[in-house]
């Protein structure tokens, strides 16, 4: 087993004390909306610094409730009792600065290597004016303490492309949350899908950070007998009620075996040679099952170990205006981000763009089937854009509709960056590395920049082989405008759907609809008056419009059917083509407007 660095792991600042007083936590009952159920009831303890301490309990019992209210990341319910960091109520700003988290499920970008990764969050979470060569010594001496050496320049890789193993994802983890030197570190099942040698290895790393002076707390199933005893402190929950809280190890132990003698007389007491933590959670679980959980929780409130610990909470929250500068300014903090918006669109376009635009898997969806549908229409359509015979105007109108409806459909691709990135980006933005509009306008620089090298290939490709009339740039104008209009509505969807199935449904739908309004499928003084107000907010009318006036304006605006001219019988003669161009690009900014709504407001990932 890897020990850890030698090197001081210097945090900058010292680990903070976290008190808990009396917390209760209550949801809405899923089956019966009326009634509320307590997932914690009179939860109360310590964490102290230079300690690491184990949150343990049978499955169900509320140790992952626990931590997230600690960490400030729960999204329902309702919190009763305190909680308080050096004695005072925590800001969502400060949990986000100054406290790290690891989530028991791997949320890493799968095309960086192990060092840019860390680099990442060290630049998106490290002080502005700090030197880069600062954060690269910090990212280098947590690759040294973490054990990651070896695998420095491996991606991170997934499923399908093999990257690091699992123990050094979990330690890649912890090392995003260790490299801002939080003053507080929690984790959540970190050793779950590792082998018992991974497992001690990891938690061996974590110990060595506690005994540098950082507050560590993890919640914990079913631990080795080693990674056990690493831990200097447990609370116990069962059922959300508190059934232990002290020293672990020996005072532990001695506390149960008390209690399989009195209380729970019908259990068995701890073995010889048997793991004391087995046993802990066996002992507990086994008095839940017999009906005993609210036994042993009265026990502990009478014990002196609940006593003991009240009194040091208390004297923790008495001292919360004794506090050194440094704390009182971190506990100030009116921030979640560390840096600016540019800093962190810079950041966000050197590690993700650069290697986006270097990936098939990227660019191939994006420009693929622009590619196939613009030589589709070329083919098809080749040299009939002069050509105003009344038999052609058809071949013609169709064309130019194909052209706003194809990148409208092809919307679709973009909906994975944001449904698949979605456990990423609510972690990054609950770790303070950027504000959702901060992510919202990377995604769309990155987007559009794509988008603007399309259109411009695409547009050529057929304007010309079709010999069209009327403006060039206009006719580009109309298809980027239309395909960042795509962009910003899949956004939109992906936000608001809770799955790829529901986004894949809605979006087709959503664009299918718009299809029979745009002034094609039916003339537009054909559609029912009570039908007309989709009309007015159809995006693929106004793209449509400006096309045909563009193609078919002046001398252009052929007779087409019973005398009538072709702007006529669209009811198309009278617009402003730029105007309607305009009014296109306004329909981007909207759905932009609404997909920073969805990205903000909305919350498919509850806890």
Known sequence: MSEA????LESGVPGATASLQDVTYTVVNSQNKKETISLLQNVGGYLLPGEMAALMGPSGSGKTTLLDLLAGRKTVGKLDGSIAFAGNKPTPQFLRRFTGYVEQFDTLL????????????????????EPREEKQAAVEELIDVLGLAACRDVKIGNSMNKGISGGQAKRVNIGIALVTSPRVLFLDE?????DSYTANEVMTVVKSLASHGITVCATIHSPTPYTFGLFDRLLLLLRGQMTYFGANGTAAVEYFQALAHTECSCLEGLKEGENAAEWIVDFTTQADRQGRAADLAVAYAKSQLKADADGEVERQLAMASDLDPATKKDLAVRRATTVPTWKALKTLFMYRTVKNYRSPDFLGPRVADKLIFSLIIMTLFWGIGDNLASTNLPNVSAMLFMWVVLPAFGAASYVPSIVLERPLFVREQSDGLYRVSTYLAFKMIEEFSLAFINSIVFANIVFWALQLQGSFVLFWLVYLATLATGIVLAYTIAALSPNMD???????TYVTALLFFAGCLIRWEDIPNYWKWFGYIDVLRYAYGALMR??????????FVNNTTVLDYYSLAGINMWGWVGIEACFTVVFCFFAYLALRFVRHVKR
């Open 5 to 8: 660095s030698d090197k001081d």
């Open 110 to 129: 799968e095309s960086l290597t192990v060092q840019e990764m860390l680099m990442y969050t060290a630049e998106l979470k490290r002080p502005v004016d």
């Open 190 to 194: 970190p050793t779950s899908g590792l």
């Open 502 to 508: 529901v986004a894949n449904a809605a979006l087709p």
């Open 550 to 559: 563009n193609q078919f304006a002046g001398e252009r605006n052929v007779v």
